[in-house]
């Protein structure tokens, strides 16, 4: 079954820096990918998908994703974060073959004035 | 429209109690997920419909717990015997499709066992 890990538990930023939370997958095939926001007591809410094509996916919110094979990596990135943003970040993956899909153990986005 | 829809929002239930926890996904979605979320986690996979039968349970920690789908609309998640472990915010999702498509999360039910 597919997984994803989650580097970075909590990550601090200064308003105005830029972001990049990481995420690595594990499948065998092309995968599905996604990130999620959750914010606190909201529900969880898609930022981005990637199914296939061009690798570099622009979502909501300012957020861009980039899927690299090569590293089964699929980072999430913000050139200019604002406080807003300090929430809970999801990566997940889920498969064409099966229907379940996986999430990482989220990383914790502060931001700093 | 309307979102996915959980009630209850909260609840406390005794240690041994049955439970029952209700989503009522976005209109015209076939696929309904289940999925638990403890302090500090990610969500966790618990049991996957396509229409009214349950595709994938493979999540389903043990056999207190069941989900039915009777009309493939409304989704019930139910948990015999509650145990203080299961305590966490219990989530579902919905999408046209399985096989990838984005989920549409509704604010979790988080049950607290005491």
């Known amino acids: 079954a597919q997984s994803v890990t989650q580097p970075d538990i909590h990550i601090t930023v200064s308003e105005g820096a830029s972001l990049e939370l990481r995420c690595n997958y594990s499948?065998?095939?092309?995968?599905?990918l996604f990130w999620y926001v959750q914010s606190p007591g909201q529900g969880l809410q898609l930022l981005l998908k990637?199914?296939?094509?061009?690798?570099l996916v622009q979502g909501i919110k300012g957020f861009e994703a980039e899927f690299k094979r090569s590293q089964s990596s699929f980072n999430l990135r913000k050139p200019s974060v604002h406080w807003s943003d300090a929430a809970e970040y999801f990566c997940?993956?889920?498969?064409?073959?099966?229907?379940?899909?996986?999430f990482g153990a989220g990383t914790r986005l502060t931001v700093k004035p | 429209g309307a979102g996915v829809s959980q009630t209850p929002s909260n609840k406390v239930t005794e240690k041994g109690k049955y439970v029952e926890l209700r989503c009522d996904p976005i209109s015209g979605h076939t696929a309904l997920y289940w999925y638990r979320q403890s302090l500090g986690q990610g969500p966790e996979f618990l049991i996957y419909f396509q229409g009214t039968g349950a595709a994938d349970d493979s999540g389903l920690p043990n056999d207190r717990f069941f989900a039915v789908r009777p009309e493939g609309s409304v989704s019930t998640l139910k948990i015999q015997r509650t145990e203080r472990g299961d305590s966490a915010v219990y989530l579902c999702?919905?999408?046209?499709?399985?096989?990838?498509?984005?989920?549409?999360f509704g604010n979790g039910t988080r049950l607290t066992v005491t």
């Open positions: 997940a993956v889920g498969a064409d073959n099966n229907n379940d899909m996986r």
């Open positions: 999702a919905s999408s046209l499709v399985g096989g990838g498509s984005p989920l549409h």
């Open positions: 499948y065998g095939a092309t995968p599905y």
């Open positions: 990637y199914f296939s094509g061009d690798t």
